[in-house]
Nanobody, 128 residues
Framework: QVQLVESGGGLVQPGGSLRLSCVASGFTLDYYVIGWFRQAPGKEREGVSCFSRSDGSTYYVDSVKGRFTISKDNAKNTVYLQMNSLKPEDTAVYYC?????????????????????WGPGTQVTVSL
């Protein structure tokens, strides 16, 4: 059974940093494509950062470029999202999600459609 569990969220002041973790169980990261998404109250879900299925390159939404970094540790079956220089507009519930590399139709990192497995999310609040 594919499971994802996020952790590392919390309350941080503007300019601060957090590192989110996403631990995968029931599958091996090598065979899946992973992404981080977020949803703020009253807003659509958006893709924050994803690995590409084709070559493992990374995508970042413009608003986080230069501040966030996605990485993974295959030995720990864990994906991370390092978030620096946090802004109040980064406040949201953050989710990690995955889909199988064998999925013919692929998935959309910008909105999360096609990602089949989702974690419960972790709240990130950036405020004074």
């Amino acid at each position: 059974q594919v499971q994802l569990v996020e952790s590392g969220g919390g309350l941080v002041q503007p300019g601060g940093s957090l590192r989110l973790s996403c631990v995968a169980s029931g599958f091996t990261l090598d065979y899946y494509v992973i992404g981080w998404f977020r949803q703020a109250p009253g807003k659509e879900r958006e893709g924050v950062s994803c690995f590409s299925r084709s070559d493992g390159s990374t995508y970042y939404v413009d608003s986080v470029k230069g501040r966030f970094t996605i990485s993974k540790d295959n030995a720990k079956n864990t994906v991370y999202l390092q978030m620096n220089s946090l802004k109040p507009e980064d406040t949201a519930v953050y989710y990690c999600a995955a889909y199988s590399r064998r999925k013919v139709s692929g998935a959309n990192c910008q909105n999360g459609r096609g990602y089949d497995s989702w974690g419960p999310g972790t709240q990130v609040t950036v405020s004074l």
